[in-house]
Nanobody, 126 residues
Framework: QVQLVESGGGLVQAGGSLRLSCAASGRSFSSYVKGWFRQAPGKEREFVAAISWSGNRIKYADSVKGRFTISRDNAKDTVYLQMNSLKAEDTAVYSC???????????????????WGQGTQVTVSS
C-alpha cells in the first residue's frame, strides 16, 4: 500500500517546538516534490511549506516564515518540518503531501499534490 505516514505531533506550550516527520512506504517518493499543509477546525486546508526533490527550492507560507523549517532526507525518503516559536494559531492537523512535479504556483495549492498522509495533530496551548 502506497502511503505517507506523519509522526511527531502532540501538545506543546506556546513558544515551544515540535519536529514533524513524514516517511514514505510502499513506493519511493525520494524524487518527488513534498509539501506540508495544515487544517484547523472549521477552516480550509492551508499551505505551510514545500521543498523540491533536491532541496534547493523551498517555499513557506508567510505565517510560518522564520519559525518553521522544511527539510528532507532522500536516503530515508522522509521530509521534516521543524516548528519553533509555536503559537496557539498553529494548532491544526498537519499533513504531508507529494507530487512528482508541480509548478511553483501550484506548489502552494492542495490540488497540486496527489499523494497525502493521514495527518498528525499539533496542539499549542497558550
Amino acid at each position: 500500500q502506497v502511503q505517507l505516514v506523519e509522526s511527531g505531533g502532540g501538545l506543546v506550550q506556546a513558544g515551544g517546538s515540535l519536529r514533524l516527520s513524514c516517511a514514505a512506504s510502499g513506493r519511493s517518493f525520494s524524487s518527488y516534490v513534498k509539501g506540508w499543509f495544515r487544517q484547523a477546525p472549521g477552516k480550509e486546508r492551508e499551505f505551510v511549506a514545500a521543498i523540491s526533490w533536491s532541496g534547493n527550492r523551498i517555499k513557506y507560507a508567510d505565517s510560518v516564515k522564520g519559525r518553521f523549517t522544511i527539510s528532507r532526507d532522500n536516503a530515508k525518503d522522509t521530509v521534516y518540518l521543524q516548528m519553533n516559536s509555536l503559537k496557539a494559531e498553529d494548532t491544526a492537523v498537519y499533513s504531508c503531501a507529494a507530487v512528482v512535479f508541480t509548478s511553483d504556483p501550484n506548489a502552494v495549492l492542495p490540488e497540486g499534490y496527489n499523494y497525502w498522509g493521514q495527518g498528525t495533530q499539533v496542539t499549542v496551548s497558550s
